[in-house]
């Protein structure tokens, strides 16, 4: 169902409103000044508390030892809607941090947000507060991939905001958490879905921040389903969307993804461009990581679809932007990627010489012994005419796994 | 220099004073009523019902809110769209883009046909609540349709358009059960 032309249109234009509500639905002034009261005092309240609460979470957390924050729930003073909110913003910074940190604070959020007295705040608000709590709960239990509980978390949400028809909005944003733990389990359809049904209530709300974000997976949901012009539409529409909102961390993104669409319709030239986009924006935030993956990401892709300069020309640029992000490792495995081209272009003295130069920066970085070790293997084999792209893939994925066992230890 | 349109600015960006809510109910409130009755037939007393848990639930969105209109006629549509999926009536919204296209040529002759081949109530039970009380306004009751524009809130060019997206439906819908008669 769309929302259709004359409701965006009544949203824009007061004179339109106006003639809208006048006088057409009879109504009990009595009762809705009584309900305009309720609003009032129910408004002031949630200020008053915001008000007197400035920083208390901050302050408890940092007081008590992590392992008795669950003892916080009991405090009158974090009994309440302000309180509530400071710790839904605590887990948002904690959650890429600490996770199990945020974990914690979602806990004691949720438990907080089930025990509140019905005359606290009107049935309605109690729902958004439960709602948010459990969607909290949900999202971190997500970043630990404990995706099970991550749903269960998620659906105790919905069901607390169920009851309540003008809670849509709320409900998307807990569906939408929701949708991003089915992606991970790899329960794509279900997913899209969501995403979909998510997107239309963000957008109906006005919130493009959010309807952006659920596009942004509900596309990358039709690639991996390998629905190309579908993604790619997607991502098309969304553009303009980040652009208005001055996201530029979004459309470098959306650049990026449109890139690998376009290859995959055989589109290089249109997917050249699109990774340049990328790549421009990413420099412009400062994301020299970023930019050198795009450009790694993109010439892997051109280079097997037999675009060879192109992606060679961007492995290159890769393996310069890894080199000043002082990003050794990846800089050497983009160095192994160019090698292997080298290779099966049958220019072993450029190949050797990179794989020399990897092997100096290894070297100087003091990296693992035994990847260093890989790539001296390398060039020897080189040296003897002896080494394939094969080989060096060989070394490439051996490089690759000291460094996930090490990031593991670690 | 903030060149936003009022609208566009963030009504509430930190602290506000309860007028300020006041304000917010008493300017909106006849609206949002009037989008769950007439564009979707949802019952006076609980429309009011509806809007006054939307004014509610905006209270916890209202720092992030930044088209205030937007955003409460967002939520009115999407909560009279849950109350008819609780109470088990799917309710087609009214699409402007399909009616601002020509009326189909076809519907021209329907009000002549119709009632040569069916019962119009037939036809009207099966369409949306809304387009069925406006046929039955202009085809039954005799309005014209700048009075049902009028009552319906809308300008009289609209209806117009409207009155002919209802006619091609209910021409859709007979063709349908006529169909399956011959079946």
């Known amino acids: 169902m769309t929302h259709s032309d004359d409701v965006e249109h009544l949203a824009e234009c007061s004179a339109c409103r106006q003639r809208f509500a006048a006088n057409v639905v009879p109504f009990d002034p009595a009762a809705r000044r009584n309900r305009e009261r309720e609003f009032t005092s129910v408004a002031g309240k949630l200020e008053r508390e915001r008000d007197e609460s400035s920083d208390v979470v901050a302050r408890y957390l940092r007081d008590t030892p992590t392992d008795e924050w669950s003892r916080l729930a009991e405090m009158p003073d974090l009994r309440n809607n302000a309180a509530l909110e400071q710790m839904s913003e605590e887990v948002r910074r904690r959650l890429h941090r ?23 705040y009107p049935s309605v608000v109690l729902a958004q507060l439960r709602g948010t709590a459990w969607k909290d709960r949900a999202s971190t239990l997500r970043y630990l991939a404990r995706y099970d509980e991550a749903l269960e978390a998620a659906e105790r949400g919905e069901e607390a905001v169920a009851p309540f028809p003008s809670l849509a909005h709320d409900r998307a944003i807990i569906r939408l958490v929701k949708a991003i733990t089915l992606g991970q389990l790899e329960r794509f359809e279900e997913a899209r879905a969501i995403f979909s049904e998510c997107r239309q209530v963000f957008r109906e709300h006005g919130d493009t921040k959010r309807y952006v974000q659920a596009g942004m997976a509900e596309a990358g949901s039709l690639y991996e389903a390998d629905r190309i012009d579908d993604a790619r539409k997607l991502w098309m529409d969304l553009l303009p969307h980040a652009t208005a909102e001055g996201d530029v961390e979004t459309q470098a993104r959306i650049h990026n993804n449109l890139g690998y669409c376009e290859i995959r319709r055989d589109e290089f030239g249109s997917a050249n461009i699109h990774f340049s986009e990328a790549v421009a924006g990413f420099t412009d935030l400062g994301y020299t990581s970023e930019v050198a993956r795009t450009e790694r990401g993109a010439g892997l892709v051109l280079i097997a679809r037999g675009q060879i300069t192109s992606g ?4 290159r640029d ?3 932007a890894f080199t000043v992000a002082g990003m050794t490792e990846d800089a050497g495995l983009c160095g192994l990627n160019i090698a292997a081209v080298l290779i099966e272009r049958g220019d072993r003295t450029a190949a050797r010489a990179i794989a020399q130069d990897v092997i100096d920066e290894f070297t100087a970085a003091g990296m693992n012994e035994r990847a260093i070790s890989a790539v001296i293997a390398l060039r020897d084999a080189i040296d003897v005419d002896d080494a394939t792209a094969e080989t060096v893939n060989t070394v490439h994925a051996v490089v690759e796994s000291l460094r996930e066992i090490h990031d593991a230890a670690n | ?3 936003a349109p009022e609208d566009l600015r963030p009504l509430l960006p ?14 909106n409130c006849g609206l949002l009523v009037s989008l769950a009755v007439r564009k979707f037939q949802v019952p006076t007393v609980d429309a009011e019902a509806l809007a006054h848990e939307v004014f509610l639930s905006y209270l916890r969105h209202a720092g992030e809110v930044r088209d205030l209109h937007h955003w409460l006629i967002g939520a009115i549509c999407n909560a009279s769209r849950y109350y008819w999926r609780k109470h088990g009536r799917n309710i087609e919204q009214l699409d402007t883009d399909i009616a601002a296209e020509r009326p189909d040529p076809r519907s021209r002759n329907i009000l002549f046909d119709l009632p040569d081949n069916i019962a119009l109530d037939e036809v009207l039970e099966r369409m949306p609540p809304r387009w069925a009380q406006i046929l039955r306004l202009r085809y039954l009751d005799g309005y014209s349709i700048k009075e049902i524009a009028e009552q319906q809130g809308v300008t009289s060019k609209y209806m117009q358009k409207l009155v002919g997206k209802c006619l091609h439906r209910a021409q859709e819908i007979f063709n349908g059960m006529r169909a399956r008669k011959d079946q």
Not at chain 1, 99 to 112: Q, V
């Open chain 1, 98 to 120: 600490n996770p199990r940190e945020a974990l914690a604070i979602a806990n004691l959020s949720a438990s907080i947000a089930e025990s509140l007295a019905p005359s606290q």
């Open chain 1, 312 to 315: 060679f020309a961007r492995l």
């Open chain 1, 318 to 320: 890769a393996r310069r």
């Open chain 2, 1 to 3: 220099m903030d060149d």
């Open chain 2, 14 to 27: 930190c602290r506000v004073d309860e007028n300020v809510f006041a304000r917010i109910y008493e300017e």
